[in-house]
């Protein structure tokens, strides 16, 4: 059967040719992509769909990605290392789970809403409409593809847009793999089109391309700021995810063991390489000591090793640069002044020797001018600065450019409300960590991004309003246009 839905550009895996139509992914094919979206919505074929029938086939991808999921969650854990754990119940699972809200949103959505009456002059309805903006693209990092690349397409097709995703060089296998789903769903021709290759040509492409309205991007700071000045170009809808170098306060009331598995997760899913990572630890001076001695006694006995294995806590890293980066910042953590309070040992099994592998690291002693406290490492590395009160703790959570996720541990729920309160983040988790849920949003403040994700408002992201006045008197005697009314006729209104 032929494929509705459109891959484009050969995908490379790490030991194999997969997918597309075998062409490398180019700027011509994101132009291709582009140009089939632009068809498909022009021609109405998903934009005209109703809602509920938009529903049902999202509801759809997602039980086909369900009726799949152990050869799924080994395939994320092929891709980029995720843990068997993490690519399961936690990322499999909340594509699955997050894919059926956005289902549910295209049910109850406002598409098309009556609003107050319009009194003066005439009596008119006011008619609120939310449309499908058009072409959107989704520009999904190497971490999370699957998870990410749903938090665009799920919203985007609930509104009725077309789409086109490009998927992170490194890790094109799952976006492939949804588009798959999509297609058995009996998604129409044209509505999603994934293009594999290189960001700075096929991502640029898609941020400049005049004909894709809107752009969801999710990556670094960096590409981000890039993203949106090539967006400028026809003024694209933008959403920004990016960076982080999130806060974890421990206050000197904190249940501290239930805080020291949470901060161990915090900064070590994905090996570190989660943008909303709990990677700076603020202690409280009274507990610092005794946390730490807590905190290195439980890292060391985390199991670092073989990521299909499910006794695994932590893999490897996605590549040998990211390995040399997060290396680079360990050695520039010990210039700066840390002391390495822990470092764990890497496998040395031989069929494992070829992983990118980076112990988790925790360094003490940090202050928050340092660049380990500032710049995001995106690697098993914690920093630990010590604070004197709450206040301190807020104050050096908010001395950042970024603000996408921080934390309070505390057993007093009055006290770590009034922290999370002052926080500058567009998460807080109190007494926890990296818990998403579709029905909240999530995004960053400052310089982690632009826009939400999730939540009831994700639509809004992917639509744009339209007021229609309908006047109800159809009488010419009482208008008072400013134009073509004299002014003794228009002054008595
Ligand atoms: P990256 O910015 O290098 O790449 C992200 C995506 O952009 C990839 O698909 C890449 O191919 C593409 N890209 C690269 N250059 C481009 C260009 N010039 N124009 C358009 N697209 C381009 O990021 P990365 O290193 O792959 O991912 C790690 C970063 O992503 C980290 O900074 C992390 O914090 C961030 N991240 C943020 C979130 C979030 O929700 N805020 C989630 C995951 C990752």
Not at 182 to 188: K, N
Not at 344 to 373: E, K
Not at 433 to 459: C, D, I, T
Request: proline share 5%; charged share 20%.
């Amino acid at each position: 059967m032929a494929r509705r839905v459109r891959q484009l550009g050969g995908a490379r895996s790490r030991d194999q040719q997969v997918g597309g139509d075998g062409r490398p992914g180019d700027a011509t094919a994101a132009d291709e992509a582009v140009a089939a979206a632009t068809a498909a919505h022009v021609r109405g074929v998903w934009r005209l769909t109703p809602p509920a029938e938009r529903a049902r086939i999202l509801d759809a991808i997602a039980d086909n990605l369900a009726a799949r999921f152990d050869e799924l969650t080994a395939l994320q854990v092929r891709e980029n290392g995720a843990t068997a754990r993490s690519a399961g119940a936690f990322l499999l699972g909340y594509s699955i789970a997050h894919l059926k809200y956005f289902a549910s949103l295209a049910r109850s959505y406002a598409f098309e809403e009556t609003g107050p009456l319009i009194e003066a002059p005439t009596l008119a309805a006011g008619v609120l409409r939310r449309e499908p903006i058009g072409v959107c693209a989704g520009i999904v990092p190497w971490n999370f593809p699957l998870l990410l690349a749903v938090w665009k397409l799920g919203p985007a097709l609930a509104a009725g847009n077309t789409i086109v995703l490009k998927p992170d060089d490194q890790t094109p296998l799952t976006l492939l793999e949804l588009a798959g789903a999509a297609d058995e769903a009996g998604l129409p021709a044209g509505v999603l089109n994934v293009v594999t290759g290189p960001g700075p040509v096929v991502g640029a492409r898609l941020a400049e391309h005049p004909d894709v309205r809107k752009v969801a991007f999710t990556g670094s700071t960096e590409v981000g700021k890039t993203v949106m000045r090539a967006a400028a170009g026809n003024v694209k809808k933008v959403t920004l995810e990016l960076g982080g170098k999130g806060a974890n306060i421990v206050c000197d009331d904190a249940d501290l063991d239930l805080a020291v598995d949470g901060t161990l997760f915090g900064f070590l899913l994905m090996c570190g390489q989660a943008c909303e990572s709990g990677t700076r630890l603020l202690l409280h001076a009274s507990i610092h000591d005794e946390f730490v001695r807590r905190l290195v006694a439980r890292a060391s006995t985390l199991v670092v090793g073989d990521p299909m294995d499910a006794a695994t806590d932590v893999g490897p890293l996605i590549s040998a640069k990211q390995k040399a980066r997060v290396e680079k910042y360990v050695a520039l953590g010990q210039e700066e002044g840390c002391k390495i309070a822990f470092q764990g040992a890497t496998p040395t099994a031989p069929d494992l020797a070829d992983g990118h592998w980076v112990a988790p690291t925790i360094l003490t002693g940090a202050t928050n001018d340092m660049r380990v406290a500032r710049e995001e490492i995106f690697g098993p590395v914690l920093v630990v600065i010590k604070c004197a009160d709450d206040a301190e703790a807020v104050a050096i959570a908010n001395d950042s450019e970024y603000g996408l996720s921080a934390g309070v541990w505390s057993t007093d729920n009055e006290r770590a409300l009034a922290i999370a309160r002052e926080l500058e983040s567009g998460t807080v988790w109190i007494n926890d960590w990296h818990m998403v849920n579709a029905m909240y949003p999530f995004g960053g403040v400052k310089q982690s991004g632009l826009g939400r994700e999730l939540g009831p408002g994700a639509l809004d992201e992917y639509t744009e309003q339209k007021f229609v006045h309908l006047d109800m008197a159809n009488d010419r005697a009482k208008r008072v246009y400013a134009v073509v009314v004299p002014p003794a006729a228009a002054g008595r209104a």
